[in-house]
């Protein structure tokens, strides 16, 4: 899995969102992965996934704190976790500054016109040119109207891998965009969930808050994490 972590950005969050500042002012396309452990798992019995972790076309973000310690057994150091959702916020807000456009893909319907609502607030100058839940049928036409909007920001909240996949499908196709999947951000952007209390947060115990909010993660807990673990130590 060494590989998969010598894909990843290696610097500061802040240093990150000056790069996905950049990336939206000069209109450079971008896929960018929030990988975590389960992405890393998926990688090793996935082909797809393997192919995308290790695409040099992709940007790879590490938005768990289980991929930081686990940089540090590889010997890949990673100074903090860079949350997938945090980057979805700046985007929201560098989107209203400069005055771009945004479409989004993913979530329950009320979800949806929740986050909507709240772009239309407190974004205003951020055009929706596109918001579609993720319980759609055929998704790829979904993609085939994105093309001919050329959204600035394109994020899609439909788990991992699905919606890494659907965007490594379609990404080439467009011109500029920064596609990001963003898991279960929606939920929280729209103000429909709460992110973890800031404590969790700051000792990195976010992980921790979802599953004792959340018990049905445990097993993909599991699978991904300790196993990975486990993996990381036998690969050394
Ligand atoms: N989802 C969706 N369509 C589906 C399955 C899931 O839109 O067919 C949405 C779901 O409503 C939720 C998000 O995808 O908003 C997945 O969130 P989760 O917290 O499981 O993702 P994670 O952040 O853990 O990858």
């Known amino acids: 899995m060494k590989r998969f972590f010598e894909r990843l950005f290696k610097g500061t969050k802040e240093a990150f969102v000056e790069i996905l500042k950049d990336h939206l002012l000069n209109e ?34 590490a ?46 319907q009320e979800v949806i016109d929740a986050l909507c609502a709240v772009i239309r607030e407190k974004y205003p100058n951020l055009t929706i040119c596109g918001a579609v839940n993720g319980y759609v049928g055929d998704k790829d036409a979904v993609f085939e109207d994105m093309k001919k909007v050329e959204p600035d920001i394109v994020l899609v909240a439909l788990g991992m891998p699905a919606q890494e996949k659907l965007i490594y499908k379609h990404f080439r196709d467009f011109r ?28 990195n115990l976010e992980w921790f808050y979802r599953i004792a909010s959340e018990p049905s993660r445990f097993k993909r807990f599991y699978n991904g994490n300790v196993k990975f673990l486990f993996a990381l130590r036998k690969e050394r």
């Open 28 to 61: 450079k396309r971008m896929f960018l992965i929030t990988a975590n452990p389960e992405a890393f798992m998926l990688g090793k019995s996935d082909p797809e996934m393997e192919k995308m972790l290790l695409d040099e076309e992709v940007t790879m973000a």
């Open 63 to 108: 938005d768990a704190i289980g991929l930081v310690k686990g940089g540090k057994i590889v010997g890949i150091h990673l100074p903090e976790r860079i949350p997938g959702v945090e980057l979805a916020q700046s985007l929201l807000a560098y989107g209203h500054e400069y005055h771009k456009s945004i479409f989004l893909l993913g979530a329950k």
């Open 176 to 203: 500029k965009g920064i596609f990001v999947g963003v898991g279960g951000s929606f939920d929280v952007l729209s103000g429909m969930k709460q992110r973890a209390p800031e404590f969790f947060i700051k000792h």
